[in-house]
């Protein structure tokens, strides 16, 4: 697997969808199999730059900026953006991209979306590959359940949003601190300045935040039993907010799914370890059948 990504700059679309604008940066062979990138709250397209980067001389790769405190656009006002609105979002950018099944690479609250996947829309899904995510009974981890109690609070996203422009605090255990290891003080800007700046990425991340709950990943995970697609469960060793075990179960309960860890990453194992990530990636997809 090449390094780096030289020959095919990345490529970005605005895809005008039902519920508003979603845009997606694309990297690599548009006759690639195609691989769909989701993040988590408050983060956006750019926790994947680094793995797909290193995918791309190989692998189409195309990572969503999802409607989560962190895009560039806002959606429509009436827009549905609780999980299943989320899902929807998904399925309408893949049929506008005109991809009929999709490998899907998800992360932190993107990994949750991608198991609603399984339970909604399996035949979309040619594989699955889950870093370290929300599953069964976390959803918030539990040091960030009072940012899911914040979006009930008018006007308290805002003040956190804020707060966050403070670099020691985006450091901390109560912010990205425990999220990465690695991540900069300008990326971690990055991924919370759109809420601090625009209330409407705060009203589209708290209609998501009201809207979760770990009765939707228990739901899910009835389905697993049933989905016949194989899984990558990429997992970070010393992830301190999703515990391993929540990979040890996916990988059990989910029929062709198989285990690997990624050393030295927490959470944010696509920005600690985006070398590793892309490898394990890149393995598993030259085995699919």
């Known amino acids: 697997m090449a390094v780096m990504n030289d020959s095919a700059p990345a490529r970005r679309h605005r895809l005008p969808l039902a519920a508003g604008p979603l845009v997606v940066t694309e990297l690599g062979p548009p006759a690639a199999v195609p691989l769909v990138f989701l993040h988590g709250v408050l983060a956006n397209s750019t926790l994947w730059t680094g793995v797909a980067d290193r995918l791309a001389p190989d692998h189409r790769c195309l990572l969503l900026d999802l409607p989560l405190g962190a895009h560039p656009e806002p959606m429509n006002p009436d827009a549905d953006l609780s999980p299943s609105g989320l899902v929807a979002v998904v399925i309408d950018a893949l049929d506008r991209l005109g991809i009929e099944r999709a490998i899907l690479v998800g992360n932190d609250s993107g990994g949750a979306l991608c198991q609603l996947m399984i339970a909604a829309h399996p035949h979309r899904l040619r594989a699955l590959v889950l870093t370290s995510s929300d599953a069964y ?27 966050l422009q403070w670099p020691p605090l985006r450091r901390s255990p109560l912010a990205f ?113």
């Open 137 to 163: 009974d976390t959803w918030l981890p539990f040091m960030f359940k009072p940012l899911e109690l914040m979006a009930f609070v008018p006007g308290l996203l805002r003040i956190v949003a804020q707060l």
């Open 177 to 289: 601190g425990w999220l990465s290891k690695r991540i900069t003080d300008a990326d971690s800007a990055a991924f919370v300045t759109p809420l601090a700046r625009a209330s409407w990425a705060r009203r589209d991340v708290g209609k998501f935040l009201r809207g979760i709950s770990p009765r939707l990943t228990r739901r899910a995970a009835q389905h697993f039993a049933g989905f016949a697609a194989p899984v990558l469960v990429l997992w970070s060793r010393d992830d301190r907010l999703l515990p391993l075990r929540l990979g040890l179960r996916l990988a059990s309960d989910l029929p062709r799914a198989r285990l690997e860890l990624v050393t030295d990453a927490y959470t944010f194992s696509p920005v600690d370890a985006p070398e590793a990530v892309a490898r394990a990636i890149d393995r598993f997809v030259r085995e699919l059948p």
